[in-house]
């Protein structure tokens, strides 16, 4: 009984590739690739968004538990964006990057 309510109280991730699909569908375009010969100088073989929607696919063939383990471990494993700063250690960091904009010429 517990088991349920703990289950209820933490709302369940819907997977949905939806997302991965469209990306890889874009890649196949023509707008995308001109846009990519013309930045880069070459056509883009999409194998990252392929192999983001073998992904999803793949994770979409086991249980829930297994899937919400494996999201939760992708998601600490990816670095923040930011980098927390004490305020001693924000100070010397500023004063090192701007310092020199309060020196008088």
């Not at 995308?32 to 073989?45: E, S």
């Not at 249980?63 to 250690?89: D, G, M, Q, Y």
Request: aromatic content about 12%; overall charge negative; glycine content about 4%.
């Amino acid at each position: 009984m517990s088991s349920e309510n703990e289950e209820a109280a933490a709302p369940r991730r819907r997977l949905s590739c939806t997302k991965y699909f469209d990306a890889l569908w874009f890649c196949y375009s023509p707008v995308h690739q001109l846009q990519q010969y013309y930045r880069l100088g070459a056509l883009d073989n999409c194998g990252g968004k392929f192999a983001a929607l073998y992904d999803c696919l793949s994770l979409k063939t086991k249980r829930a538990s297994e899937i919400e383990e494996i999201l939760e471990t992708r998601e600490k494993a990816v670095p923040h964006i930011w980098s927390f700063r004490s305020p001693n250690e924000a100070k010397s960091h500023w004063q090192e990057l701007f310092g020199h904009l309060d020196e008088e010429e």
